[in-house]
């Protein structure tokens, strides 16, 4: 069972609210701050609506097969990152298609409507 609405509806609704209702009477340093919170609400938002997704790009990517003992993703990540400067994954095609997908999750979360 899933609560209703959820957290990313009320979140929009309250980006929303802030955008149409608050900000337009505001003038100077307040206006300024009520859309950085807006923006702020929107990026959220968007990361809530964008978690299974971004999840599955990522464990694409960094599969657990690849973690050692005790290692974080970070860890786990820098050494792909090594890895692939090394050219140790140029014919990678899964590799490629799945840091591609995290890359459009990102870009929806951050950049939305310009992906």
């Given at each position: ?41 929107g ?8 978690a ?53 999750v ?10």
């Open positions: 069972m899933h609560d209703r609405p959820s957290g990313a509806a009320l979140l929009e609704i309250a980006r929303s609210s802030l955008l149409e209702e608050v900000a337009p009477a505001l003038k100077g340093r307040p206006r300024f701050v009520a859309l950085m919170v807006a923006n702020a609400i990026l959220v938002e968007r990361e809530i609506r964008e299974a997704r971004s999840e599955r790009a990522w464990d694409a990517v960094l599969p657990e097969a690849t973690h050692r003992d005790g290692e974080t993703s970070d860890v786990v990540l820098a050494r792909l990152v090594q890895s692939i400067r090394a050219g140790r994954h140029d014919a990678d095609a899964a590799l490629h298609a799945g840091l591609v997908e995290t890359a459009e990102a870009a929806n979360i951050w950049k939305p409507g310009k992906s």
